[in-house]
């Protein structure tokens, strides 16, 4: 049975996939067009798009990274428990 939440983390990662897939077919065509079109090529522009694609390439990780600490929140883990000094702690107590 699918969850609410299971459904946003998989259409998250999906678009983060599709956007770093956009991001790699902008940079090939602009190779492509800079080699064919050195004088006349819209620099300017594709620059701008990367900006804009890299911009919500930001949102969506935010939107992960607020997503994920929902789901440990709701299971009664708090950020702070996570992490190298946890780790290291559980570590130690090993020895």
């Known amino acids: ?18 956007l770093e897939k956009a991001r790699r077919e902008v940079r090939g065509l ?3 067009l800079e080699q064919s079109e050195a004088d006349g090529f819209p620099g300017d522009d594709y620059s701008e798009m990367e900006d804009h694609l890299a911009a919500i ?7 992960q990274a607020r997503q994920q600490l929902k789901i440990l929140r709701s299971g009664g883990i708090t950020p702070g428990r ?14």
């Open 1 to 18: 049975m699918k969850t609410p939440d299971a459904d946003i983390r998989r259409a998250l990662n999906r678009l983060q996939r599709a």
């Open 30 to 32: 602009q190779d492509a």
């Open 57 to 63: 390439v930001d949102l969506v990780k935010r939107e």
């Open 82 to 95: 996570l992490g190298v000094g946890g780790r290291a702690a559980m570590r130690s107590d090993r020895t």
